[in-house]
């Protein structure tokens, strides 16, 4: 079986390393009010944007997992 540093380690350097890249980018998109909230069609990317990040990071696990135990 490999070990944490071969198979978890790069997927929290991915999610956790790569998550403050994208929420300092979210942040960003905020603050110069590039996104307007009133806007349905802006509120839906943004959701969407998130749901995307945490889908995939979900995905990633499962794939992580299935392939270490089944």
Request: a positive charge.
């Amino acid at each position: 079986m490999p070990s944490f540093f071969n198979t978890w380690l790069p997927f929290i350097y991915l999610y956790i390393g790569g998550g403050i890249f994208f929420l300092g980018g979210m942040i960003l998109i905020r603050r110069t009010k590039a996104i307007d909230m009133r806007l349905k069609r802006d509120r839906f990317w943004w959701k969407a944007m998130i749901f995307g990040y945490f889908y995939f990071m979900a995905i990633h696990a499962f794939l992580i997992i299935a392939a270490l135990y089944l």
